[in-house]
């Protein structure tokens, strides 16, 4: 499975921002695909990850009501809706698929590059 983020940039605080996550390759559907975000000097955190039928979305405490996940099988992309990001939400946000694809790390078998999100004040 391959993936491929996209659509990070620069944002205000308050602003959205819309990420994708291009998914391709073998059995992608028997996968959850999940959204996790990095800052410098920090742990891998998890932000939100879904399964392809666009049921059971699964939050990080702190995302829930602001950060919509969603996912469009006939396109293999999963999108992650960021509304009213904070400074503190600056980070690189990489997409993975994993069979157990919940809130750990360890959940994940496949991961993409990454793409940056910068949050201004």
């Known amino acids: 499975v391959q993936l491929q983020a996209s659509g990070g940039g620069l944002v205000q605080a308050g602003g959205s921002l819309r990420l994708s996550c291009a998914a391709s390759g073998h059995a992608v559907s028997v996968y959850r695909v999940g959204w996790f975000r990095q800052a410098p000097g920090k742990e891998r955190e998890f932000v939100a990850s879904i399964n392809w039928r666009g049921s059971v979305p699964f939050y990080g405490d702190s995302m829930k009501g602001r950060f919509t996940i969603s996912a469009d099988s006939a396109k293999n992309t999963v999108y992650l809706q960021m509304n009213s990001p904070e400074p503190e939400e600056t980070a690189i946000y990489y997409c993975?698929?994993?069979?157990?694809?919940?809130?750990?790390?360890?959940?994940?078998?496949?991961w993409g590059q990454g793409t940056q999100v910068t949050v201004s004040s």
């Open positions: 993975a698929a994993g069979t157990v694809g919940l809130g750990l790390v360890d959940e994940y078998d496949y």
